[in-house]
């Protein structure tokens, strides 16, 4: 675990290379270290770092990809295609940074008969690189984990929405808003200083090149899109995205620095102010330690209490896994042996009629449920809970107020 965290540290400072040279083709070099200080003081990327995952790779990978296909040179267009074979082995949205740098290539050098001969080696040697690989995973566990995923995932999007366009725009347009919110959440604690005056001043830039940027900001934003439809709450599907809006930061420096005079100063004042703010807001994240802590024994006490519970979107249930696992006394073991048995159902959320809910749960074989009043709630919870001594098929259980808790849930049985 120790050398995770080492390995994905180094993969979160090594990135500030290719960022800087990705960043030259848009702004000068004082603008293109400030669009790396930007990135590597980002307190999120900082948390993320530590944990172990396989965003700083994903993250490296893409951005030397984007970093050596603006090059001149074929060869290093080339290994910037075989870099992105390689970010797409990681995580599969890679795969959408394929046709964009095909885009990008034709930016730089214009359409023609030879540079579409170029393109179609370039995207060979990536199918070549992705072919063995998807090979041996689909002899595995019978899917390669990229095509077969994002067509799994289509296939799961068209049954949500039923085809139905109504249904359709209302899912993207949810996910449009999730995206917002998360976005004006990532650039807490100061991108938000700079990103709106960067991207005014990104925007006024009459320059062609600046398609460059804008091309693999939509790419990376369309497995984003996705994600939320579904909805996966997780602010982490922003990071792909994070050194490029670091670079759209980075042009307010234009505005910032157009009084060369104070441009030392200001430049002492904007890393001190990122590095100031990013420490309060790690030592603010710190400080939530406690609650994930109560998180986790309020997950082991779920786990002890109940059979088979209804997935509502309270974070405890992120915990109960962790929380079985830690009680296992022998490893290694079977997943079986600490997997939660929780059931999502597609609409339960809409349901109105309390006795046709209730009549749902029987059919799923749900036997508990836990109200989470730190939430919105659906409004069925809310006619439930809010009166649950009016039905006699409901105990209460487990009150977190009643056992010194402060996080406010409750656990319920349900008598059929």
Known sequence: MNLQSYLTISFSVLTIIPLYFFARKFVNSSLAIISTIFFVFEPRIIQNSLIGTTDPLFILLIVTSLALVIQKSKYLILISFITIAFASLVRVEGLFLIPALCVMFFLRFKISKKNIFYCIIFL???????????????????????????????????????????????????????????????????????????????LKKNDIQKLLLIVPLLFLILPILYAYTIPALDGRYLFTILPIMCIIGAFSGMKYFQNAKYKKLILVVIIITVIFSSILFLIYKNNEIGDQKEFLELANIINKNTDIILYSPTPIL?????????????????????????????????????????????KNGITHMVYDEEIDNPIIFKKIFGNYEEYENLKKIFDSQENGFNYKIKIFEIKY
């Open 124 to 202: 060979s040697i990536t199918i070549l690189i992705l072919l063995p690989f998807s090979m041996q995973r689909i002899e595995n566990s019978e899917n390669d984990y990229l095509v077969s995923r994002i067509i799994s995932t289509s296939s799961s999007f068209s049954e949500q929405t039923q085809n139905d366009p109504n249904q359709i725009l209302l899912k993207i347009g949810n996910s449009i808003y999730l995206l917002g919110g998360f976005l004006a959440k990532l650039m807490i604690p100061y991108l938000i200083i700079f990103i709106p005056i960067g991207l005014i001043m990104f």
């Open 318 to 362: 992120s915990y109960l896994e962790p929380a079985r696992l830690l009680e296992l006394k022998e490893f290694p073991v079977m997943s079986s042996n600490y997997v939660v048995s929780s059931v999502y159902i597609k609409g339960f959320e809409s349901y109105s009629n309390i006795e046709d809910f209730f009549l749902l749960m029987e």
